[in-house]
Nanobody, 125 residues
């Protein structure tokens, strides 16, 4: 199993940008994704990407504002977040999916096996 470490979170004003990184201890050929969880809310799917970057999927609330990518030479997953809103405030987690391709359950946390510790993103109004 790979170990995942997120970084790049912080405090930003509404309308600003942040880029999150998730570095894995080894290579994975699985789909990788980002989720987020705000206080008192369930974990929410943000984005996912196949191992070669050929296919991506986004949650409705972030479409057009967030972009997921990965650099397999660095074993690193990224999440570029633009036009941030206070509603984006949450702890963001990266995770490795059980599958190598997109499936119906890609947006469900239950299909992911390894998780990072999370990084806090706070967007002020």
């Amino acid at each position: 199993q790979v170990q995942l470490v997120e970084s790049g979170g912080g405090l930003v004003q509404a309308g600003g940008s942040l880029r999150l990184s998730c570095t894995a201890s080894g290579r994975t050929f699985s789909v990788m994704g980002w989720f987020r969880q705000a206080p008192g809310k369930e974990r929410e799917f943000v984005a996912a990407i196949t191992w070669n970057g050929g296919s991506t999927r986004y949650g409705d609330s972030v479409k057009g504002r967030f972009s997921i990518s990965r650099d397999n030479t660095k074993n690193t997953l990224y999440l570029q977040m633009n036009s941030l809103e206070p509603e984006d405030t949450a702890v963001y987690y990266c995770a490795v999916n059980h599958f190598g391709g997109m499936v119906a359950g890609t947006t469900s946390a239950s299909t992911y096996g390894q998780w990072g510790q999370g990084t806090q993103v706070t967007v002020s109004s």
